[in-house]
T-cell receptor, first 117, second 112 residues
């Protein structure tokens, strides 16, 4: 199996609030999870790589204090968008490495649509 | 930075026809992967081809890889309306710790 879930699927919040998004691998253990964001009709941009039990590695240009990532277990990683602003509105997708396809394959969650008013 | 570049950007075909999508990349790779994304949804992994492989099949999908030309193609045979989606190629570079770099995607429309 290789199912990855995300929660919530959609969230609307006011500017200045923080939002937490969960990513879970349901039927396999994922030592590495990835967080992406996607703007409408555009490609996925990698934000950070999350390894279980260690600090996340952020891509250039991604503010680590803005996007807090925690990977506390082999099946759960969380992304917290702190003090969200309208420009943070986007589609956030996580992926987990492993499952039936082996370590080369990333399995993606269904995504979380964040709208900041 | 953008690694994969797919072409065409948009493709519209009739149900039953074959769809061919191409992807070019710039650097050496460990593997290349193709994903499908339905509108507003997550990505579905379709197929992975390693740098030492030239062709792979999976059901109605056929993927080729030409490392000398740094290009790959995805062929969907006997297309169906349900194949309508965006398709992305993604490359994993050596030493990248499984990080994938995605292309801009191709929008495929299959007319019933």
């Amino acid at each position: 199996g290789a199912v990855v879930s995300q929660h919530p699927s959609r969230v609307i919040c006011k500017s200045g609030t923080s939002v937490k998004i969960e990513c879970r691998s349901l039927d396999f253990q994922a030592t590495t999870m990835f967080w992406y964001r996607q703007f409408p009709k555009q490609s996925l941009m990698l934000m950070a790589t999350s390894n279980e039990g260690s600090k996340a590695t952020y891509e250039q240009g991604v503010e680590k204090d803005k996007f807090l990532i925690n990977h506390a277990s082999l099946t759960l990683s969380t992304l917290t968008v702190t003090s969200a602003h309208p420009e943070d509105s986007s589609f956030y997708i996580c992926s987990a490495r492993g499952g039936d396809g082996g370590l080369d394959t990333q399995y993606f969650g269904p995504g979380t649509r964040l709208t900041v008013l | 930075s953008q690694q994969g570049e797919e072409d065409p950007q948009a493709l519209s075909i009739q149900e039953g026809e074959n769809a061919t999508m191409n992807c070019s990349y710039k650097t050496s790779i460990n593997n290349l992967q193709w994903y499908r994304q339905n509108s507003g949804r997550g990505l579905v992994h379709l197929i992975l081809i390693r740098s030492n492989e030239r062709e792979k099949h999976s059901g109605r999908l056929r993927v080729t890889l030409d490392t000398s030309k740094k290009s790959s193609s995805l062929l969907i045979t006997a297309s169906r309306a349900a194949d309508t989606a965006s398709y992305f190629c993604a490359t994993e570079r050596p030493g990248a710790n499984s990080k994938l770099t995605f292309g801009k995607g191709i929008t495929l429309s299959v007319r019933p």
